[in-house]
């Protein structure tokens, strides 16, 4: 049998959603359901003096309207912060109460403070409308640089500054640059991001009196998180009385990983009325209330000598958490963001600084990368810079400062187990002609043109886990993942996962793990997620876990099914355990000819009786049935690693930016499916691509949303990309057993970096900041001719 991991396997999801047949949450209708609005504040800082529902109740079809007074009143707690951060002076972060309901105060323009519960959609929108909420309007904050220096947005907390946390040496890092021969400085925006997943949020919540039991529908990427804190946190309903379910997702790049207020507040409502209650997000919704991702504002700092060898690093850092710290908003820019500041490179000497600040602006939270692509733009267009300063080669300077043996223990916090950057490198350069590129500078100089090249050399940590070293760090719970692989009498075999695909592909690049661990045909196989009630607890996907925790606990479940199948197969051909090998679907005995298919074993295991002739071959102690479950709790993140390189064409007339090449050499360890992993790498190019040329979201002083629609608001389209140049390097992860590292994230890591390397490299150094628009590149355009004009 060959093998399927490696294999280009085409996807298993893909007619189902090319024929239609998907079922998002959206699909989703109940008997007897209502339908809710949500009054939000068209404020970003306001107190509310008074709040009328009469108007709106005798509206036609309401069912009920629901505000922070009666949430409040049942004590259904609030949404929280999932991870705890120390200041460098050893106090507790500050947080604020993130009620599902405003009561008092709203803190960004879209928080919520009524529902309106109707027989109809028309009619909830309709009520909503005669909802009167009298505000007192009080200045907003929107400034991330300047957040510490406003009014204070939440009673308690000075400066509106949630941590101020150090990673890193001070002295050690100051003591290096007393060494230095230069120093290169440089001020960057990592601009603020809007997740826009084709599928808009939403959920249908429905309560069975019978039973006392909840049950949500939802566009969640980790259900079970999903319920242990609304359970936990927001006292909606026991744990064992809640089922949260997340169908087909269409897309979540870490938008989706948090419990929203409308999760709560359905689930809890539809209790009140005792009817299921369903909300599907308009997008104008999403824009406005879709955590936001990125939002830093940057001084860093890179110590050098002459020959260019690096010796010390330092990163002044405010980070925007917007009005409230999510689930992930306090780690992300602080132990995703820190450790990987100094990227690929051996510096001996490193800080890290990070103060997070609340804004009235929308949540900021994890966005695909959350925290890597910060820390890869700074340190990557630091390197640039340092390359242009020194006059040496920026890929000669990169490969001077690789580490060359592995395990590599970084500066900050991280043993990175596997890599190979040289090798990277060099076929990067190969695959990207980097030799050829003077010519083609030269091809469109000719034509009016100017033609830059970018390089960035990059890492992750991915995989989130494992558990002892992420709850040192602060996260509230244990970040293991789970699977349970269950064999049918007849043979066909399902595999329930903790993971949550929504994108992903899990459902062919699992079977092929299975397949290949079973000796099962992958037809056969049937991966089951994303239902609290089916399966094992387990922790969702993000930061590009799946296959490296969730996938691991797959193949050690199987592991298991395959010595329980030695076992039995021991007993039925009366051979000792020890001498049955299993290969390729089979159980044989050493040296003989004896041999039963797993397909035999999984139904012997369903025959614990004696009936006639036919006795049990279950070993004494073995329990009926063919079933077993795994957690896997890795013991290190995984590390895949890359250079990419861009290539961009610059009309001064107009500024506009063409992305003309882009080449991308990774290196993920073992590959599943190459299919699937060259999907994933374009979708996250698609996205830093964004970045660095397109998206902005942006707030006025007064706390509007001035990017709320796609007429403001710059999504990039495929006529924006050329063909990207796809290739790997492969050393495999020494952690796991399947020696894989992630995939999803690489893409949005590198690409800043990269294409805005490339921008400054045709403006001749000038300083561009992200979004590069044809705007503030032909300004830079006008500057760069007016000095070669000077220069004359």
């Given at each position: 049998?060959?093998?399927?991991?490696?294999?280009?396997?085409?996807?298993?999801?893909?007619?189902?959603?090319?024929?239609?047949?998907?079922?998002?949450?959206?699909?989703?209708?109940?008997?007897?359901?209502?339908?809710?609005?949500?009054?939000?504040?068209?404020?970003?800082?306001?107190?509310?003096?008074?709040?009328?529902?009469?108007?709106?109740?005798?509206?036609?079809?309401?069912?009920?309207?629901?505000?922070?007074?009666?949430?409040?009143?049942?004590?259904?707690?609030?949404?929280?912060?999932?991870?705890?951060?120390?200041?460098?002076?050893?106090?507790?972060?500050?947080?604020?109460?993130?009620?599902?309901?405003?009561?008092?105060?709203?803190?960004?323009?879209?928080d919520p403070v009524a529902v309106v519960i109707a027989e109809s959609l028309a009619e909830a929108k309709e009520a909503a409308e005669k909802?009167?909420?009298?505000?007192?309007?009080?200045?907003?904050?929107?400034?991330?640089?300047?957040?510490?220096?406003?009014?204070?947005?939440?009673?308690?907390?000075?400066?509106?500054?949630?941590?101020?946390?150090?990673?890193?040496?001070?002295?050690?890092?100051?003591?290096?640059?007393?060494?230095?021969?230069?120093?290169?400085?440089?001020?960057?925006?990592?601009?603020?991001?809007?997740?826009?997943?084709?599928?808009?949020?939403?959920?249908?919540?429905?309560?069975?009196?019978?039973?006392?039991?909840?049950?949500?529908?939802?566009?969640?990427?980790?259900?079970?998180?999903?319920?242990?804190?609304?359970?936990?946190?927001?006292?909606?309903?026991?744990?064992?009385?809640?089922?949260?379910?997340?169908?087909?997702?269409?897309?979540?790049?870490?938008?989706?990983?948090?419990?929203?207020?409308?999760?709560?507040?359905?689930?809890?409502?539809?209790?009140?009325?005792?009817?299921?209650?369903?909300?599907?997000?308009?997008?104008?919704?999403?824009?406005?209330?879709?955590?936001?991702?990125?939002?830093?504002?940057?001084?860093?700092?890179?110590?050098?000598?002459?020959?260019?060898?690096?010796?010390?690093?330092?990163?002044?850092?405010?980070?925007?958490?917007?009005?409230?710290?999510?689930?992930?908003?306090?780690?992300?820019?602080?132990?995703?963001?820190?450790?990987?500041?100094?990227?690929?490179?051996?510096?001996?000497?490193?800080?890290?600084?990070?103060?997070?600040?609340?804004?009235?602006?929308?949540?900021?939270?994890?966005?695909?990368?959350?925290?890597?692509?910060?820390?890869?733009?700074?340190?990557?267009?630091?390197?640039?810079?340092?390359?242009?300063?020194?006059?040496?080669?920026?890929?000669?300077?990169?490969?001077?400062?690789?580490?060359?043996?592995?395990?590599?223990?970084?500066?900050?916090?991280?043993?990175?187990?596997?890599?190979?950057?040289?090798?990277?490198?060099?076929?990067?350069?190969?695959?990207?002609?980097?030799?050829?590129?003077?010519?083609?500078?030269?091809?469109?100089?000719?034509?009016?043109?100017?033609?830059?090249?970018?390089?960035?050399?990059?890492?992750?940590?991915?995989?989130?886990?494992?558990?002892?070293?992420?709850?040192?760090?602060?996260?509230?719970?244990?970040?293991?993942?789970?699977?349970?692989?269950?064999?049918?009498?007849?043979?066909?075999?399902?595999?329930?996962?903790?993971?949550?695909?929504?994108?992903?592909?899990?459902?062919?690049?699992?079977?092929?793990?299975?397949?290949?661990?079973?000796?099962?045909?992958?037809?056969?196989?049937?991966?089951?997620?994303?239902?609290?009630?089916?399966?094992?607890?387990?922790?969702?996907?993000?930061?590009?876990?799946?296959?490296?925790?969730?996938?691991?606990?797959?193949?050690?479940?199987?592991?298991?099914?395959?010595?329980?199948?030695?076992?039995?197969?021991?007993?039925?051909?009366?051979?000792?355990?020890?001498?049955?090998?299993?290969?390729?679907?089979?159980?044989?005995?050493?040296?003989?000819?004896?041999?039963?298919?797993?397909?035999?074993?999984?139904?012997?295991?369903?025959?614990?009786?004696?009936?006639?002739?036919?006795?049990?071959?279950?070993?004494?102690?073995?329990?009926?049935?063919?079933?077993?479950?795994?957690?896997?709790?890795?013991?290190?993140?995984?590390?895949?690693?890359?250079?990419?390189?861009?290539?961009?064409?610059?009309?001064?007339?107009?500024?506009?930016?063409?992305?003309?090449?882009?080449?991308?050499?990774?290196?993920?360890?073992?590959?599943?499916?190459?299919?699937?992993?060259?999907?994933?790498?374009?979708?996250?190019?698609?996205?830093?691509?964004?970045?660095?040329?397109?998206?902005?979201?942006?707030?006025?002083?007064?706390?509007?949303?001035?990017?709320?629609?796609?007429?403001?608001?710059?999504?990039?389209?495929?006529?924006?990309?050329?063909?990207?140049?796809?290739?790997?390097?492969?050393?495999?992860?020494?952690?796991?057993?399947?020696?894989?590292?992630?995939?999803?994230?690489?893409?949005?890591?590198?690409?800043?970096?990269?294409?805005?390397?490339?921008?400054?490299?045709?403006?001749?150094?000038?300083?561009?900041?992200?979004?590069?628009?044809?705007?503030?590149?032909?300004?830079?355009?006008?500057?760069?001719?007016?000095?070669?004009?000077?220069?004359?």
């Open positions: 049998m060959a093998s399927l991991v490696g294999s280009r396997v085409e996807r298993k999801e893909d007619k189902r959603f090319l024929t239609g047949k998907g079922r998002y949450t959206a699909d989703i209708n109940l008997a007897n359901q209502t339908y809710a609005i949500f009054v939000r504040s068209p404020h970003a800082r306001a107190s509310i003096k008074k709040l009328n529902i009469d108007k709106a109740l005798k509206s036609s079809g309401v069912v009920s309207i629901l505000t922070g007074k009666e949430i409040a009143d049942d004590k259904i707690g609030g949404l929280i912060a999932g991870w705890a951060i120390r200041s460098e002076d050893g106090t507790e972060m500050k947080c604020p109460g993130n009620p599902p309901l405003a009561k008092d105060n709203v803190n960004f323009v879209g909802v009167e909420v009298d505000y007192k309007v009080l200045k907003a904050v929107t400034s991330t640089a300047d957040a510490m220096n406003g009014d204070t947005i939440h009673e308690g907390i000075d400066k509106n500054l949630c941590f101020d946390w150090l990673l890193g040496d001070r002295q050690k890092v100051k003591e290096a640059f007393d060494k230095a021969d230069k120093v290169i400085s440089i001020d960057i925006i990592n601009n603020r991001l809007i997740p826009n997943a084709m599928e808009p949020r939403a959920c249908v919540a429905d309560y069975n009196a019978a039973s006392e039991e909840i049950t949500l529908y939802t566009t969640s990427q980790n259900p079970h998180l999903s319920r242990l804190i609304m359970s936990a946190f927001g006292n909606v309903a026991p744990e064992h009385k809640l089922r949260v379910v997340a169908p087909d997702v269409g897309g979540g790049f870490g938008s989706k990983i948090n419990v929203y207020n409308e999760d709560i507040v359905c689930s809890w409502a539809a209790k009140k009325i005792n009817r299921a209650i369903k909300w599907v997000a308009e997008r104008s919704e999403s824009f406005l209330t879709d955590i936001h991702g990125r939002d830093h504002v940057t001084h860093a700092e890179l110590a050098v000598t002459k020959d260019g060898k690096f010796l010390g690093f330092k990163n002044e850092t405010i980070a925007n958490l917007g009005a409230y710290a999510r689930v992930f908003g306090t780690v992300t820019p602080t132990y995703l963001f820190g450790p990987c500041a100094t990227g690929v490179y051996e510096i001996p000497a490193a800080y890290t600084n990070v103060k997070a600040v609340y804004t009235n602006t929308a949540p900021v939270d994890a966005y695909r990368g959350a925290g890597r692509p910060e820390a890869t733009y700074t340190i990557e267009r630091l390197v640039e810079k340092a390359s242009m300063e020194l006059g040496i080669d920026k890929t000669e300077l990169r490969i001077k400062n690789f580490p060359t043996t592995f395990p590599f223990k970084q500066t900050l916090v991280h043993t990175v187990d596997s890599g190979d950057y040289v090798a990277g490198m060099e076929k990067a350069k190969q695959m990207a002609d980097y030799k050829g590129f003077k010519m083609r500078r030269k091809e469109s100089e000719a034509k009016g043109k100017l033609r830059g090249i970018g390089v960035t050399s990059y890492f992750e940590a991915c995989g989130i886990a494992p558990s002892a070293a992420v709850m040192s760090l602060g996260c509230g719970v244990g970040l293991w993942e789970s699977a349970e692989v269950r064999f049918n009498p007849t043979g066909q075999v399902t595999v329930y996962t903790g993971s949550h695909s929504h994108g992903q592909s899990h459902q062919t690049t699992f079977a092929q793990i299975a397949a290949d661990e079973l000796g099962v045909p992958i037809e056969n196989i049937d991966i089951v997620h994303g239902d609290t009630d089916k399966g094992t607890f387990g922790m969702g996907t993000y930061g590009s876990r799946s296959l490296a925790v969730g996938g691991i606990a797959i193949v050690n479940a199987c592991k298991k099914i395959v010595e329980k199948g030695k076992r039995v197969t021991a007993k039925m051909l009366e051979a000792n355990p020890e001498d049955v090998e299993f290969k390729d679907g089979e159980f044989i005995v050493s040296k003989s000819n004896k041999k039963k298919t797993i397909g035999e074993v999984a139904f012997a295991c369903y025959l614990p009786g004696v009936r006639d002739e036919m006795k049990s071959p279950l070993p004494e102690g073995d329990e009926p049935g063919l079933k077993e479950t795994s957690f896997y709790d890795p013991s290190n993140f995984s590390f895949p690693a890359g250079t990419h390189i861009a290539e961009v064409e610059i009309d001064p007339e107009t500024g506009h930016v063409k992305l003309e090449k882009y080449t991308a050499c990774d290196d993920f360890g073992r590959i599943i499916n190459p299919m699937v992993v060259e999907g994933q790498v374009h979708g996250g190019l698609a996205q830093g691509i964004g970045q660095a040329l397109y998206e902005n979201a942006e707030y006025d002083e007064t706390g509007q949303l001035m990017t709320g629609s796609y007429m403001d608001y710059t999504m990039p389209r495929a006529d924006n990309f050329p063909e990207f140049n796809i290739g790997y390097t492969c050393t495999h992860a020494t952690t796991n057993p399947l020696g894989v590292k992630g995939c999803g994230e690489a893409g949005a890591i590198a690409a800043p970096p990269t294409v805005m390397n490339a921008v400054i490299d045709a403006l001749g150094g000038q300083e561009v900041t992200m979004p590069a628009t044809a705007e503030k590149v032909w300004k830079a355009c006008k500057n760069l001719k007016k000095s070669n004009a000077k220069a004359a």
